[in-house]
């Protein structure tokens, strides 16, 4: 998949390993985690290669706070006991979103993404 990144500064944090340790304040483990998943998402010929994987856990996300989540999903960075989550939307051929926010619809269709935010879970 081809994956596309909401600000330079998620960019720089999924891509290089000093920004991700800095963000993670030091935490190899969770760097090495994150570039996995990053490798994972580009091997992956369509989103429905990552939804398959349990050990993803990729789930839909919900409006909270006000804040419209639509579309919008997540996976985890290294498990279920870890805060760390990688939130994603899935993009149509023109790297729009998609009209229809059915992920069984669309998952194996979907072959770019883009990556919005690394963030713990609820922050």
């Not at 909270?64 to 960075?77: F, M, Q, S, T």
């Not at 870890?82 to 979103?97: G, M």
Request: one cysteine or more; proline letters at 2%.
């Amino acid at each position: 998949m081809k994956i596309v990144y909401a600000t330079k500064k998620v960019e720089n944090v999924c891509k290089d390993r000093k920004t991700a340790k800095k963000f993670f304040d030091g935490n190899e483990q969770m760097v090495i985690s994150l570039m996995a998943r990053i490798n994972a998402l580009k091997q992956a010929d369509t989103l429905n290669d990552i939804i398959v994987q349990p050990t993803f856990h990729f789930h839909k996300l919900l409006n909270k706070n006000g804040r419209n989540l639509e579309g919008y999903y997540a996976i985890d960075v290294k498990s279920r006991k870890d805060q760390w989550r990688i939130i994603l939307e899935p993009l149509d051929e023109d790297e729009k979103s998609f009209e229809s926010k059915n992920i069984d619809e669309i998952s194996k269709k979907v072959r770019i993404i883009e990556i919005t935010e690394v963030s713990k879970h609820y922050e």
